[in-house]
């Protein structure tokens, strides 16, 4: 296990959101060194398309103001300071958010006596590493594809891809958690690994403990309960798969927990089956997949499915739950425990049958041993290993 680092983690999620991949892995490698967690930076000419969201970005900017919050021993957390235009409009703008993101990184490290980091990158467009921090080691953690969130907009693709590209060159060593993004990232950098996401195994499984209680918000809501948890942004919901099966299964009540990035469709929010409950701490999700009779992974969009490694899948499993899922590749090889769907009438008819693959002892106990061999701690163990052998190989 790595120890005794000093870690600046570049981060696409802020900290106070749902734990994803780089809060995993960051919060367990604090165990044994010190971690810097850099939040995201907004970029104001999105409010141009996006006025909605000036709370957040108002939010982003005073945190930034506070300065670096200490979370716990050994984790710190800053919050990276506004940008004026985004990523992919130009390549002299994207080059000035580098040189401006490197020098308010560099300050906020160098008053946390970060000497010689480990750079480990989740967000690919904020730096462009060549030995600004004096790093001895730049990791690049491909865990989504983060273009589909940034380029949705603007036809910027190509630009985006061209920056991820020359990180994934640059950078010592490559992490990728689907398939899809192991044999792209492969292609651009050899030192390229495929490690899957994972699960916290001992939360989850409280799901199933006689010790949790079903959640209070969950009791005055009839069965079945159709579930999702996670966050919301609408480009990657299919809401019409939602609309469809709430209408013709009036009986069904469907169970949203977590942030929306936007407000959902006018005609999800109308429809009386269909409960938004808003974002729970992780400690409390137990109790909301308790109430749960079957759990969703409605997710669209042809090139995110491709990329995707849904960390909830296995969640859902620990809890012994079905799982429902649009058809994503990462999740062809479990298709024995968790029902893909290609298109409105499946998924409809995936729910049905999963209603009644809940009710089956063998099928919960599947569930439970599939989610068993995906735990955060193996996970940060293998990416360990390979970046010690890395440390070792260049001090030698």
């Known amino acids: 296990m790595l120890k005794n680092e000093n870690i600046i983690c570049i981060s696409w999620l802020v900290w106070d959101s749902i734990p994803l991949v780089m809060h995993q892995m960051m919060t367990r490698l604090a165990e044994n060194n010190r971690v810097l967690f850099v939040d995201p930076p907004v970029a104001y000419s999105n409010l141009v398309i996006r006025p909605d969201w000036w709370k957040r970005y108002l939010k982003n900017t005073w945190l ?4 670096i919050r200490q979370i716990r021993e050994n984790f710190y957390v800053y919050s990276h300071p506004p940008l004026l235009i985004q990523y992919g409009h130009s390549n002299i703008i994207d080059k000035g958010n580098h040189a401006y993101a490197t020098l308010a990184i560099k300050r906020a490290a160098a008053k946390l006596g970060f000497d010689s980091p480990v750079l480990w990158i989740y967000h690919p467009y904020v730096v462009m590493p060549q030995g600004q921090f004096n790093e001895k080691v730049v990791c690049y953690d491909c865990n989504d594809d983060v273009g589909f969130f940034f380029s949705h907009h603007f036809d910027k693709r190509k630009k985006l891809s061209a920056i991820e590209e020359e990180l994934t ?9 689907s398939r899809h993004l192991f044999h792209l990232r492969k292609k651009q950098n050899p030192n390229t690994h495929y490690l899957p996401s994972a699960v916290d195994i001992e939360l989850f499984k409280r799901a199933n403990s006689s010790d949790v209680k079903i959640a209070s918000e969950l009791e005055s809501i009839p069965k079945p309960i159709i579930g999702f948890i996670g966050g919301m942004v609408n480009t990657k919901m299919n809401w019409e798969w939602i609309r469809a099966a709430a209408v013709s299964q009036p009986q069904w009540n469907f169970v949203f927990v977590g942030p929306c990035g936007e407000s959902p469709p006018q005609y999800i929010l109308e429809q009386k089956n269909i409960v938004f409950l808003g974002a729970k701490p992780q400690e409390a999700l137990p109790a909301y997949l308790k109430g749960f009779d079957v759990c969703l992974i409605p997710y669209q969009g042809e090139s995110f499915l ?9 969640e859902y499993l620990a809890a012994g739950k079905p799982v429902v899922s649009s058809w994503i590749p990462e999740l062809e090889d479990y298709r024995d425990v968790v029902l ?9 008819q995936n729910i049905k049958l999963a209603l009644t693959h809940g009710k089956n002892p063998s099928m919960i106990q599947r569930y439970k041993e599939t989610a068993r061999g995906w735990t955060w701690e193996e996970r940060v163990g293998k990416a360990s290993q390979l970046i010690e052998s890395l440390l070792k190989t260049k001090n030698t």
């Open 64 to 67: 930034w103001f506070r300065g």
């Open 169 to 177: 060159k640059r950078a010592d060593v490559v992490f990728a958690t």
């Open 306 to 314: 491709k990329a995707c490694q849904p960390t909830k899948t296995f």
């Open 340 to 348: 893909l769907s290609r298109e409105t009438e499946e998924f409809i």
